[in-house]
């Protein structure tokens, strides 16, 4: 139930949030090069005036889901991937004998990310912007980046960077024919069809669900709400998401809905205790909006949501509705951590 209120959420958001197969990502630093793969610059695309900016948000391809291996992300990842270098913030935490191991597993990490764009875009490669990435990595001569005014900056950080074109607006990962393959490789990669549990349609069942953030004491790197990783749990024959068959868009639908919840400067959240709420109308309504201006008041207009609930309370007096007559039906999702997944309220 909830989840299909989820997912209506999303094709009612669908204008401002990311397609199947994209995700939006705080992305604070971009390599800029020209055509012919050579460096030009660094952008930072935060604002200096906010310790707390991790960048400006852009939609990127889907990021993979990680656990202990490697596993790389297209066109856009962490600084260990892109450039093959452990971050001075992590080597700061290893002893030398971690230190070496790390150094080895980020140059397997390197060569992965160099081998997603090859596989995705198999020789000779069209778009310009893509010819012009792998030129550039697989080049492997990063000096110019290590000298440049911004790498100190970049080299503390854990966030994630791309590629941009000089002249360009859009980032690499954001051209046609990388939106084009993504769309592609989605349609691809699905093999087991079954009944979806929340559409009840047939579709491409997830293997694994995209990881939920912004709870409240949950994992970094995110959680899950379905999560199937030993035998015990698993009914026989089937392996991971097959024991709760959920089709690949419903599962993207309803965590892309939650993570859009779930923002940092989301309005439709409120943690409690250990617990972090959600709310949401299953359409436009005055009532979401009457919700989130009484828990997080306009900080320009602080009587507003006090106006709105006064009249609220009022209502069985003056026998005025507040709200318009239709009986919109309003959520509430409590999410509370349990290490790497999530349990409801």
């Known amino acids: ?3 299909q209120t989820l997912c209506d959420y999303y094709r009612r958001q669908q204008d401002e949030l990311p397609p199947p197969g994209f995700e939006r990502k705080a992305i604070p630093f971009v390599i800029v090069l020209d055509r012919d793969g050579r460096f030009v610059d660094i952008e930072d695309t935060r604002n200096g005036n906010d310790k707390r900016d991790k960048g400006r948000l852009f939609v990127v391809p889907q990021g993979v889901k990680r656990t202990s291996g490697v596993a790389a992300n297209l066109l856009w990842d962490g600084l260990g991937y892109v450039l093959g270098v452990v971050s001075e913030a992590r080597a700061a935490k290893l002893d030398a004998a971690r230190l070496e191991k790390e150094q080895e597993r980020t140059s397997e990490a390197h ?3 160099i081998q997603r764009i090859r596989d995705v875009f198999p020789a000779p490669i069209g778009d310009e912007g893509v010819r012009a990435a792998l030129t550039f ?3 492997g001569d990063f000096s110019v980046v290590f ?5 100190p900056e970049l080299n503390k950080t854990t966030e994630s960077l791309s590629f941009r074109l000089d002249g360009d607006l859009q980032l690499i990962c954001q051209r046609e024919a990388v939106r ?3 769309m592609a490789t989605e349609q691809d990669t699905a093999t087991v069809r079954n009944r979806c549990l929340v559409s009840g349609n047939l579709d491409a069942i997830a293997r694994l ?5 912004g709870v409240r004491n949950a994992q970094s790197s995110g959680a899950n709400l379905f999560s199937f990783n030993f035998a015990a749990a698993c009914s026989h024959g089937k392996e991971q998401g097959q024991n709760a068959p959920v089709g690949e868009y419903a599962a993207f639908a309803y965590t ?3 993570n859009h919840l779930l923002r ?3 309005r439709q959240k409120l943690p409690v205790g250990e617990d972090t709420f959600v709310f949401w109308a299953e359409k436009p309504d005055p009532a979401e909006e009457l919700f989130a201006a009484w828990l997080q008041p306009d900080p320009d207009d602080p009587v507003r949501g006090v106006e709105a609930v006064k009249a609220l309370y009022e209502a069985p007096k003056t026998g005025v509705r507040p709200l318009d007559a239709d009986e919109t039906r309003f959520f509430v999702l409590g999410l509370a951590p349990n290490v790497a997944r999530l349990a409801v309220r």
């Open 1 to 3: 139930m909830i989840l």
């Open 111 to 113: 060569r992965a990310f």
């Open 137 to 139: 990595l697989e080049r």
């Open 147 to 151: 000298s440049h005014p911004l790498w």
């Open 180 to 182: 084009q393959a993504v």
């Open 209 to 213: 669900h995209p990881a939920i953030k």
């Open 256 to 258: 892309t809905a939650l």
């Open 264 to 266: 940092v400067d989301s």
